[in-house]
């Protein structure tokens, strides 16, 4: 591997073809039923001939019994007070309407009353941008084809957070596969809810609940908020048009023996993240719409708009809810919901963007979503910046602003002082780049800026720590340079700001003026482009943010380069990482990959991939990482997640459906708790 970051990627370019078509989309607004939107037709009135009547009842009846087929625009009429699959309830609501009872759905509506399409923009946005990337195609001797899904990312936690406090404070409390209150342990293991009693060296087994045992659902992670355990899934085939879907099950574990399911809670998309913040929960996931205008039905608006799901009903998402940005990178929608604890029945707000990107950021007060466009006849691409602020349960209506070209990665936005910082590119032909700095205030107004940073036209690597961002070209040759933020209406160039060598991908704050990092050791390749070599782990001093200094280093393991080759889920997931400022210690599992020679009756018949696990842990004392135990936790077994903890003088490993009990002053094995 080189590091070279040259190529683009097909599905990118293609994402930009769409986005270069799709210029006549509107601009952001929230969509309002307007006298102009399309008559539907009558509630109840399924034979469509002006009136509700029991011939009604009855031919709903006949498409539940599958002797006749309604069309969509009957279903629709038919779905009586609720945006729910046909069932029995409405030939009741039709039987009791005729009998002169009124009834009155959640919304308000009523049967007999006269409906409209309250998602005609939708429609619109959606297939306009699929008519012009369909033509666009057709003119220049492209295939059509889908995407399959846009996967949204959430940004990791800012630095902003270590550098101006020195330790991360947020009410947020973490989602994990493995959580501890320290006195359980609760685990998601295969569809399967494990929660044991831990008292020292003993384990004792409290409850295991088999959970949603179909094999295209599986579950994510889990909160524990006192005796309510909330369990988080994706099922990858979801109905009709919604390719995933992500739910939320609550249980009941006042008696940790026999935990109880309370209330199932879901949305379309594919899960990016979720956060609980005292005692209200939010959670986020990301639609992906085909690109065929084969999926695309007018009348079912099911084929278009993401949808709720319940304990007993589905609704979609109301079009005052659905906002619409001027132009997206993918057809696709991000969705946002809040939960109250105290009410697991259903969601309690909820909005939705149509047209995402790639990341987004989030804290506790708000959540940004950049949305990315380009516009006809335009060279410059630009980022649309939709920001929702969160007060209490309630997501209110967003702000947004734009600002040129695409957010970089991951590391590009953050919040500090009260302003939004984004970091953005734009790719021009020939392999030309742009990196832009944008600051806006609370209100999205543009206060700071400084646009094509990068000399040579190469593309950067970027971090914002507190007033300061952090930028190195590709080439590491080339100058590498900082940007000073502490007066954010004027950020200037810096150049005598000592670089840190942090490898960008992990870090952990580690008490005062501490942070922990773990990555790559970089180097570089004969053409001056930054490459990975070895595995580290290193302790920087933060205290001078203009002069981060690495103060230990531990070179553990070669990648890449090396044989084996080592990987981790700790190099993207932080809470794959136990870093604890008490003990001074720090834990994770990595992976070293052999690939072997297989022989068969004396020939060699190709190779095969042998892996062996481990889980370190280091300990920082007296200025040094040294690491104090390796720990085997299987050869030449299928890969698999581990979480450590400690509990007073007893450290806990979690892994492959068992529990390892060790000494915290030795780290010798003392007990193991199998699942099976």
């Known amino acids: 591997m080189n590091g070279k970051l040259r190529t683009i990627n097909l599905t990118l370019a293609f994402a930009m073809i769409l986005c270069m078509v799709a210029s006549a989309i509107p601009s952001f607004t929230a969509l309002e039923k307007t006298e102009k939107d399309t008559f539907v037709g009558i509630l109840g009135d399924v034979d469509m001939d002006g009136r509700v009547t029991i011939k009604d009842a009855t031919r709903i009846q006949k498409h539940i019994a599958k002797i006749i087929s309604l069309d969509a625009k009957a279903q629709r009429l038919a ?35 006269r409906i409209y399409s309250d998602y005609d923009a939708v429609f619109q946005t959606i297939s306009t941008a699929m008519q012009k990337y369909k033509q666009y195609c057709q003119e220049n001797g492209y295939p059509e084809f889908s995407l399959g899904w846009n996967t949204v990312y ?70 524990v908020i006192g005796d309510t355990l909330a369990i988080i ?123 995402s990107c790639s990341y987004l950021y989030s804290n506790d007060e708000s959540i940004y979503v950049p949305t990315y466009g380009r516009d006809d006849g335009k060279v410059r691409s630009f980022t649309r910046i939709v920001k929702y602020a969160i007060d209490g349960l309630e997501i209110k209506e967003p702000i947004s602003a734009e600002v040129n070209g695409s957010v ?34 609370s209100q999205l107004n543009l206060i700071g800026k400084l646009e094509n940073l990068a000399q040579n036209n190469e593309r950067v690597a970027s971090m914002l720590a507190g007033d300061i961002g952090y930028f190195v070209p590709e080439r590491i040759k080339d100058q590498m340079f900082a940007v000073d933020l502490s007066d954010a209406q ?103 990959s052999l690939l072997v020679g297989v022989i068969n009756n004396g020939i060699p018949g190709g190779t095969r991939t042998i892996n062996s696990h481990y889980y370190t842990i280091f300990k920082y004392e007296n200025s040094e990482l040294v690491e104090k135990a390796k720990i085997d936790l299987g050869y030449d077994v299928p890969s698999f997640v581990a979480r450590g903890f400690h509990i007073d003088e007893y450290f806990y490993i979690v892994y492959n459906k068992t529990i390892s009990v060790y000494s915290l002053a030795d780290f010798k094995e003392i007990a193991k708790f199998n699942f099976s």
């Open 233 to 355: 899934g994706i099922d990858m085939r979801g109905p009709d048009y919604h390719n995933e879907i992500t739910s939320i099950t609550f249980y009941d574990i006042s008696d940790r023996t026999n935990p109880t399911e309370t209330h199932t809670l879901s949305q379309d998309g594919y899960y990016t993240t979720s956060k609980l913040i005292n005692d209200k929960l939010f959670l986020i996931t990301s639609l992906s719409m085909p690109y065929s205008l084969d999926y695309l039905n007018e009348n079912n608006p099911s084929s278009y708009v993401p949808m709720l799901y319940t304990d007993n009903d589905e609704t979609f998402i109301k079009n005052s809810d659905i906002y619409i940005s001027a132009c997206f990178s993918s057809i696709s929608y991000v969705n946002i919901s809040s939960v109250d604890l105290s009410d697991t029945s259903g969601f309690y707000s909820t909005k939705s963007v149509l047209g």
């Open 154 to 223: 959430e940004s990791p936690p800012s630095l902003n957070d270590y550098f101006s406090t020195n330790t991360y404070v947020s009410d947020t409390e973490k989602s994990d596969i493995v959580k501890t209150d320290n006195k359980y342990i609760y685990t998601i293991s295969d569809s399967t809810l494990l929660i044991t009693e831990i008292n020292g060296e003993k384990i004792t087994k409290m409850s295991k609940t088999t959970l949603n045992p179909v094999d295209s659902f599986y579950y994510s992670e889990m909160y």
């Open 79 to 113: 779905r009586c007070l609720q945006y729910s699959g046909l069932n029995i309830k409405c030939v009741t609501s039709i039987q009791k309407h005729v009998a002169k009872i009124n009834l009155k759905g959640k919304d308000g509506e009523r049967i007999g009353q």
């Open 408 to 441: 970089l990665n991951m590391r590009s936005m953050d919040e500090h002082n009260g302003y939004f910082r984004i970091i953005t590119e734009e790719y021009f032909p020939e392999d030309q780049f742009e990196t832009n700095l944008y600051v806006l205030d």
């Open 490 to 592: 004027n950020p200037i160039v810096v150049n005598e700001v000592e670089i840190p060598k942090l490898s960008w991908l992990l870090h952990h704050p580690f008490g005062e003026n501490l942070l922990l990092d773990l990555g790559y050791e970089n180097s570089l390749d004969s053409d001056g482009y930054l490459m990975a070599t070895d595995w580290k782990l290193s302790m920087f001093d933060i205290s001078d943010n203009r002069n981060v200094k690495e103060v230990s280093k531990n070179v553990f393991a070669e990648t890449y380069y090396g044989d084996p080759v080592v990987d981790s889920e700790a190099m993207y997931n932080h809470k794959a990482v136990y870093a604890d400022i008490s003990t001074k210690l720090v834990g994770f599992m990595y992976t070293e």
